[in-house]
């Protein structure tokens, strides 16, 4: 069974102290792809030299809502110009955060229309974070036009998703759908149009119940497919396939594949 987390921030350091083991216990999960978003300018250079020596690794280039205070005014024409030269496949994590307080919703809508502005300039997909502001970033997406990506960590009404799908806007599913209490959400995954889903941990956050209050990691995407599996009641296989066909459509990435050697060891 192959996977694609379609959002970790491997970069974080969280993982500076075992990264490899971490990624090898991916591997050893079915996880051969990541989509790593940026959070923060300053952490570009860092993603893209994890991404460049780590096979299976991708890139998004963005500026986190949640860090808007690490922003500067010319970070959006840097975005630019790493986005030229990068070639990533997303731009983000972008997006709204109504949630944590003194962040700026002027400030925070400026930076997020000018990465939707860029993502469609360079025809990429948008990596979106909305928390508490799903109305706000629909009407932005909505605005701005002509855009597709995902809004991950999906939390939003039935409504919402589906104004979503209209906008050829996918949903990222990851760990929160493994709680009995998110009823709403678990209703709404089971239900909804497969071709529309992303499987994804949010790494090193949003860990699933089976390892709730520690540290997340992308070997726990299992999790989140056993338990998107369960509530379709469907083979985890039929969800494995169908996502890993929609992130690697969305994202443009090779299908997952086993590497070289457990290729050559079958052929044996
Ligand atoms: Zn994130």
């Known amino acids: 069974m192959l996977l694609i987390d379609s959002h970790c921030h491997l970069d974080a350091p969280e993982f500076d102290g075992d990264r490899d083991a971490v990624v090898a216990r991916a591997h050893a999960a079915g996880v051969r792809s990541q989509v790593i978003p940026a ?58 955060d109504y949630f944590v307080d003194g962040l700026d919703r002027d400030a925070q809508q400026a930076c997020f229309e000018g990465q939707l502005r860029l993502a469609r300039e360079f025809d990429l997909p948008v990596i979106v974070h909305a928390r508490r502001a799903v109305d706000a970033v629909i009407a932005t997406l909505r605005r701005i036009g002509g855009l597709r990506g995902v809004v991950h960590s999906w939390s939003g009404s039935e ?33 909804m149009p497969l071709q529309h889903l992303l499987l994804e941990t949010d790494a090193p956050d949003q860990p699933d119940a089976g390892i709730r209050g520690q540290r997340n990691e992308p070997a726990r995407l299992a999790a989140v497919l056993e338990a998107v599996a369960t509530l379709r009641e469907v083979d ?33």
């Open 236 to 268: 985890p296989e039929e969800i494995a396939r169908a996502t890993s066909v929609n992130a690697a459509r969305l994202f443009g990435l090779p299908p997952p594949r086993d590497p070289p050697d457990e290729v050559a060891t079958a052929a044996r």
């Open 159 to 191: 409504e919402q998703a589906r104004q979503l799908w209209r906008l050829d806007f996918l949903l990222g599913i990851g760990g929160p759908v493994t709680y009995e209490r998110a009823r709403r959400l678990r209703r709404l995954v089971a239900a």
């Open 39 to 96: 959070v923060q300018a300053e952490a570009w250079p860092k993603l893209r030299d994890l991404c460049r020596t780590t096979p299976g690794l991708y890139p998004a280039y963005g500026l986190h809502p949640m860090y808007l205070a690490a922003h500067l005014p010319g970070h959006l024409q840097d975005l630019r110009a790493w986005i030229e030269r990068e070639r990533p496949v997303a731009v983000g994590e972008c997006g709204l």
